[in-house]
């Protein structure tokens, strides 16, 4: 094999161990996750804010609406789901920067996912019964 097959072999190799790491994976969604929640506030404060502006009877037809919406209903499980995933992981974070558990990431990563999915699956079965 020449040296440039070698070489490309090699960033291959480290770049798909880069993302089969979970660190990666957790790093992507926290980003994403903060991102939506940014987006998410940005919209919400400025429909609130406008209909607010527009009168008492606009903001409550506007509001009546966003309550009786189903798929706003099932989107609000989303972004409770995103909540507490950026949640954990930013408390997982402050504790790797205070420097406790920073050599047991992936254990401490995986616990946060299972104490995460069951807060979650909990939000759900209230909302959903």
């Known amino acids: 094999m020449s040296k440039q097959g070698i070489a490309t072999y090699h960033r291959y190799v480290n770049r798909s161990q880069v993302w089969s790491a979970v660190g990666m994976w957790a790093w992507l969604l926290h980003r994403i996750t903060g991102i939506?929640?940014?987006?998410?506030?940005?919209?919400h404060v400025t429909t609130m804010a406008t209909s607010l502006i527009s009168g008492a009877e606009t903001f409550n037809t506007t509001l009546s609406y966003l309550m009786s919406n189903t798929i706003l209903?099932?989107?609000?499980?989303l972004l409770v789901g995103a909540v507490i995933y950026?949640?954990?992981?930013?408390?997982?974070?402050?504790?790797?920067?205070?420097?406790?558990?920073?050599?047991?990431?992936?254990?401490?990563f995986w616990v946060t996912m299972v104490i995460g999915a069951a807060i979650w699956i909990y939000v759900i079965f209230l909302k959903l019964s």
């Open 36 to 43: 939506g929640l940014l987006l998410y506030i940005m919209i």
């Open 73 to 77: 209903h099932y989107a609000e499980l």
């Open 86 to 108: 950026h949640g954990l992981n930013g408390i997982r974070l402050l504790l790797f920067d205070i420097g406790i558990g920073f050599s047991r990431q992936k254990e401490i």
